[in-house]
């Protein structure tokens, strides 16, 4: 909880530094032909370039959704190149191809971006096809997946994408069947659809393909330090070990995933479970099984794909509405794990027997309706609160604001309730002005900050009272971008020597 927010003085960066950053400086320094950078400068580079471990590489660009449509563009080997034209490109390819050329120069239909001419993988994109998402709830997915921190954050005209940048890229060769190349499509697909559970991202979208470029007016976040390659290929592995289905073939027992029990795969691979037997038929086979997943914290979307197979394969399956009304009660919070008389009676009516129940009892049934309290949990409580901040607030206007008590009313909370609610939340804020019977106290949930803030950069907005820093966990720095109407370079074009690659 925040009592007062200071304004912060944010670091000024510059698109070219962020194209830079993301393609880990991977193109020529100068155009090949008709440079206007010092000689000096050009000779310095070419010889530079002849002890570097890495050729350089091409990006692919476009100047509009209709020309990219059309397969028009042009094939970008330079960051002068970039720096001349990326005001008034729309699109490229954030990731390095070998080469490039035209089917047609004259009419620039481009060619050479495919898969298999792929150069090296610099980032992990994500897009969102829709401006009501809540970015708020996919930063925090991020942290609580063991994910890094967005490096970028683009709107686009209708919605958003995001961008992971690689410490060290993945570099694509034709050895061992381009292994690196599979390994990054599969952490690609990997980071989406874990992060899909807390926003509306696109899995199906090319990975390595075309996306917005940034530039001034549409860079919402920037996070300058990259995310750890080798950290996020563990994590990939990892969360593939977690989501494994072959779960049901193993023989192992371990006591706190009892999905892999041997109980668990009698009753899944059972076919002829029928109705009208108390308290063992296919909807309390179903519920269990369901129940089982829910105890073993696996996802619902996981348990939705597996269960979903066993109840085809029954000779009488449920139908898809029972079949989900049962799934969601499962799921529901209701319950916590599975009840041992059920199952040995499950066992005993629809398999061999050779599988015996092991296991603790789960719970059941391990809170009363809230109608049925006197006291609401703290945490429905807390979602109280946050969907009042809901209805009541905005991205424009994302605050209540008035005295602790009148807050208390508005909310139908008691004055001890609310102050234990914000004293404990995590995701709402509070600001108190003044002191005494004059003091004003100003409540926001982090969401719909996380909204104002993004809304407040769109519209150009100089100044605001948060930066993402407030609002975000374990993070350090929020960003500001150069004026639109000022210049902006690459310091290295005008720097008497040139740096030394990222890649390598």
């Known amino acids: 909880m925040v009592q007062n927010v200071n304004k912060k003085q944010d670091p000024v960066v510059s698109i070219p530094d962020i194209l830079s950053f993301m393609t880990h400086d991977s193109l020529m320094l100068y155009k090949k032909k008709g440079t206007s950078a010092p000689l000096r400068n050009v000779v310095r580079f070419t010889e530079a370039e002849k002890n570097a471990p890495h050729k350089r590489g091409v990006v692919f660009v476009s100047s509009s959704k209709e020309d990219l449509t059309e397969g028009k563009g042009l094939v970008v080997t330079s960051y002068e190149t970039l720096q001349e034209k990326y005001r008034n490109l729309s699109h490229w390819t954030p990731n390095t191809f070998r080469g490039g050329t035209y089917y047609d120069f004259k009419n620039r239909i481009i060619k050479g971006h495919e898969r298999v001419n792929l150069k090296q993988i610099n980032v992990i994109s994500l897009d969102i096809d829709t401006k009501s998402a809540d970015l708020y709830a996919l930063y925090i997915g ?51 659809r874990a992060l899909k559970n807390y926003a509306p991202v696109d899995t199906n979208c090319v990975p390595f393909g075309f996306y917005r470029i940034p530039k001034e007016e549409n860079v919402l976040d920037y996070y300058a330090t990259p995310a750890d390659t080798a950290s996020l290929i563990k994590w990939s592995v990892d969360y593939e070990k977690r989501n494994m289905f072959s779960v049901i073939y193993s023989n192992q027992t371990k006591e706190d995933d009892i999905t892999r029990s041997d109980w668990y795969r009698a009753l899944i691979t059972s076919k002829r479970i029928d109705s009208g037997y108390h308290g063992s038929s296919r909807n309390n086979a179903l519920m269990t099984l369901a129940l089982a997943n829910y105890q073993s914290g696996r996802e619902l979307e996981d348990a939705y794909d597996e269960l979903d197979q066993f109840n085809s394969n029954m000779v009488k399956p449920l139908s898809k509405q029972e079949f989900e009304r049962t799934l969601k009660s499962a799921y529901s919070g209701k319950y916590k794990g599975v009840k041992r008389s059920y199952v040995e009676s499950l066992l005993k009516l629809w398999t061999d027997g050779q599988a015996q129940f092991v296991g603790r009892e789960g719970w059941y049934k391990f809170k009363k309706p809230r109608e049925e309290r006197t006291r609401s949990h703290y945490d429905e409580r807390e979602s109280d609160l946050l969907a009042v901040l809901k209805e009541k607030t905005t991205g424009m206007n994302p605050y209540l604001e008035g005295s602790l008590r009148m807050l208390a009313e508005t909310c139908g909370m008691a004055l001890s309730t609310l102050k234990e609610v914000l004293k404990k939340s995590k995701q709402i ?76």
């Open 142 to 192: 991020c942290e609580e997946l063991g994910l890094p921190r967005p490096n970028l954050l683009l709107a686009t005209p209708r919605g958003y994408q995001v961008f992971f940048v690689l410490s060290s890229p993945f570099y694509i060769t034709n050895r061992e069947q381009y292994k690196s190349l599979r390994i990054a499509e599969r952490l690609s697909n990997n980071i989406r």
């Open 429 to 504: 804020i509070k600001q108190t002005i003044g002191r005494g019977r004059n003091a004003v106290t100003k409540i926001a949930s982090k969401s719909v900050l996380f909204q104002h803030l993004i809304e407040t950069r769109q519209q150009n907005t100089p100044k605001a009272q948060l930066a993402f820093i407030d609002l975000l966990p374990k993070r350090d720095q929020a960003f500001v971008l150069h004026n639109k109407n000022e210049q902006t370079t690459f310091p290295f074009l005008i720097n008497q020597s040139p740096p030394r690659s990222r890649s390598g």
